[in-house]
């Protein structure tokens, strides 16, 4: 079984430019998450999907972030314009259906903000 | 909210000892308390989860504890070997948010 698949692995980018990453999450997994994790720190939800719905976005800072599921598979999640603070690994991670499922993280996108 | 401590922060160990790490959370109502171990350059990865159900959970070498009343939960890990050297996370449900919170992450060195 493939897992969750996430693009680019890695990025570079200066203040307040615009970043975007990609996720494909397990096929057949309804809901998806966006977790933020600073460095030391442990993974912080961002975004929540079931299916096309957004579930919970209350620690979206909806100012500068935006993120989509388009057709309930793949989603994007973008940056823009971009802060210092925002350098950390961007998680995607996907379940079945249930919100107590088990999650399964892809390897993330490393965002440094220079 | 839900809030999750974690300790400790880092944790070394000798090959073949255990391992503990303790966590506490804050929603009394919280029922669903997964840990995750992620490697260097990797995502989290389920090891093991406790439903509040059951009090202690076994997996090999891997077992959870959950104490309701205290609203704490641990991580043993016993017959540690080079390859458990990683960050482990707990987390615990949140009741009220809908999502699961994390808690800081402990490191865990095996010293072979």
């Known amino acids: 079984e493939a897992g969750v698949a996430q693009s680019p692995r890695y990025k570079i980018i200066e203040k307040r430019q615009s970043v975007a990453f990609w996720c494909n999450p397990i096929?057949?997994?309804?809901?998806l998450y966006w977790y933020q994790q600073i460095l030391g720190q442990g993974p912080k939800l961002l975004i929540q999907?079931?299916?096309?719905?957004?579930?919970?976005d209350s620690q979206l800072p909806k100012d500068r972030f935006s993120a989509e599921r388009l057709k309930g598979v793949d989603s994007t999640l973008k940056i823009q314009p971009a802060k210092l603070e925002d350098s950390a690994v961007y998680l995607c991670?996907?379940?079945?259906?249930?919100?107590?499922?088990?999650?399964?993280f892809g390897p993330g996108t490393r965002l440094t903000v220079l | 909210g839900e809030n999750v401590e974690q300790h400790p922060s880092t944790l070394s160990v000798q090959e073949g000892d255990s391992a503990v790490i303790k966590c506490t959370y804050s929603?009394?109502?919280?029922?669903?308390f997964p840990w995750y171990k992620q490697e260097l350059g990797k995502g989290p990865q389920l090891i093991i989860d406790?439903?509040?159900?059951?009090g202690e959970k076994k997996d090999q070498r891997i077992a959870v504890t959950l104490n309701k009343t205290a609203k704490h939960f641990s991580l043993h890990i016993t017959e540690t070997q080079p390859e458990d050297s990683a960050v482990y996370f707990c987390?615990?449900?949140?009741?009220?948010?809908?999502?699961?919170?994390f808690g800081a992450g402990t490191r865990l060195f095996v010293k072979a």
């Open positions: 991670a996907s379940s079945l259906s249930g919100l107590t499922d088990t999650q399964y």
């Open positions: 096929s057949g997994h309804a809901t």
């Open positions: 999907f079931q299916n096309n719905g957004v579930v919970d």
């Open positions: 929603d009394s109502a919280s029922n669903y």
């Open positions: 406790i439903r509040s159900n059951v």
């Open positions: 987390a615990a449900w949140d009741t009220g948010g809908f999502k699961t919170i």
